[in-house]
T-cell receptor, first 114, second 115 residues
C-alpha cells in the first residue's frame, strides 16, 4: 500500500541551484497536486493536473514547473532556487468515484535554500 | 475563486473536554466537498472527516462530527472527549467536484490538548 510517495524527504539547496521533487502514486488517480506549506501556515497550491498531459497553475506557480507524462508521476521542478522557496512541499492525488472523493498526501519534502 | 477561512489560529482545551473548530468558505458552486484534515508534528496529512454539500445530514466519525450550514457557508468541526493524541494542526479544505477539482485549504488552527 504505497499510496503517494515523495522523494527526497529532506534537501538543502544553494541559491541558484535547481532540483526536481519526485512524486508518484499507485492508485490510478487522475488528479494530482503540488502544495507548499510555509511555517505555521496552510497549504498553498502550486500546480495541479487533471490527467496525463494536462497541467495548470495554482495559486503560487512562480519559480516552479511541472510535467505529467504518465498517470503515476507528477514531478515538480525548481529552477534557480531562492530563499523564498524554503518550505515543506506536499504532493497529493485524488479521485472522484461512486463513494465520493478524497485526497491522499505524500509525507512531504522539507526544502531549505541557503 | 474559492476561499476557506479559519478564524481561530490557536485553541487549547483540557483532556476529555469538547472543542469546536470554526471554518467558513466562499463559493458560487453547488457541487462540492468539505474536509477536515489533521496534521500532527510528523507533518503527515490525515483525513479526519468529509462532508458532501448535497447531503443535509452532518457527517460523524467516532468522536468527530461536523456542523454543516450550507446557506451560511459554515463547516465547523466538533471533537468530543478530546484526547492528547488530538493535539495537531487542523485544516479545513474545500473541493469543487467538477472541472479541475482543486483542493483549497484554510490557514489552519493549532489545537493543543492539555493533560
Amino acid at each position: 500500500n504505497a499510496g503517494v510517495t515523495q522523494t527526497p524527504k529532506f534537501r538543502i539547496l544553494k541559491i541558484g541551484q535547481s532540483m526536481t521533487l519526485q512524486c508518484t502514486q499507485d492508485m490510478n488517480h487522475n488528479y494530482m497536486y503540488w502544495y507548499r506549506q510555509d511555517p505555521g501556515m496552510g497549504l498553498k497550491l502550486i500546480y495541479y493536473s487533471v490527467g496525463a498531459g494536462i497541467t495548470d497553475k495554482g495559486e503560487v506557480p512562480n519559480g516552479y514547473n511541472v510535467s505529467r507524462s504518465t498517470t503515476e508521476d507528477f514531478p515538480l521542478r525548481l529552477e534557480l532556487a531562492a530563499p523564498s522557496q524554503t518550505s515543506v512541499y506536499f504532493c497529493a492525488s485524488s479521485y472522484l468515484g461512486p463513494r465520493g472523493t478524497e485526497a491522499f498526501f505524500g509525507q512531504g519534502t522539507r526544502l531549505t535554500v541557503v | 475563486a474559492q476561499t476557506v477561512t479559519q478564524s481561530q489560529p490557536e485553541m487549547s482545551v483540557q483532556e476529555a473536554e469538547t472543542v469546536t473548530l470554526s471554518c467558513t468558505y466562499d463559493t458560487s458552486e453547488n457541487n462540492y466537498y468539505l474536509f477536515w484534515y489533521k496534521q500532527p508534528p510528523s507533518r503527515q496529512m490525515i483525513l479526519v472527516i468529509r462532508q458532501e454539500a448535497y447531503k443535509q445530514q452532518n457527517a460523524t466519525e467516532n468522536r468527530f462530527s461536523v456542523n454543516f450550514q450550507k446557506a451560511a457557508k459554515s463547516f465547523s468541526l466538533k471533537i468530543s472527549d478530546s484526547q492528547l493524541g488530538d493535539t495537531a494542526m487542523y485544516f479545513c479544505a474545500f473541493m469543487v467536484i467538477q472541472g479541475a477539482q482543486k483542493l483549497v485549504f484554510g490557514q489552519g488552527t493549532r489545537l493543543t490538548i492539555n493533560p
